[in-house]
């Protein structure tokens, strides 16, 4: 059974930068597509970026040329680098394997104004 687990959130004001992390444990990803999504307060939760196991990206109009999703499969991680972060960018950030119904706990990013 896969596990996610995220970590990197926290409070930063606007103009910075977080890295978050997602690491998979219980079985390797390194054939998987990955994703990362976010949900604000009262939002659904929307496709922030995804990357295949070849290491294509795609991203969400809102985030490109800002973030960049990466991964390590010796280390069993996918990476979410956020840069000029906006207070839009606000809310739990999630991992998932693209076509299973797998989720990490979530990671809280608050970008303040």
């Known amino acids: 059974q896969v596990r996610l687990v995220e970590s990197g959130g926290g409070l930063v004001q606007a103009g910075g930068s977080l890295r978050l992390s997602c690491v998979a444990s219980?079985?390797?990803?390194?054939?998987?597509?990955m994703a990362w999504y976010r949900q604000a307060p009262g939002k659904q939760r929307e496709l922030v970026a995804s990357?295949?196991?070849?290491?294509?990206?795609n991203y969400a109009d809102s985030v490109k040329g800002r973030f960049t999703i990466s991964r390590d499969n010796a280390k069993n991680t996918v990476y979410l680098q956020m840069n000029s972060l906006k207070p839009e960018d606000t809310g739990v950030y999630y991992c998932t394997i693209i076509g299973w119904r797998v989720w990490g706990q979530g990671t809280q990013v608050t970008v303040s104004s």
């Open positions: 219980g079985r390797s990803i390194s054939v998987n597509g």
């Open positions: 990357i295949t196991s070849g290491g294509s990206t």
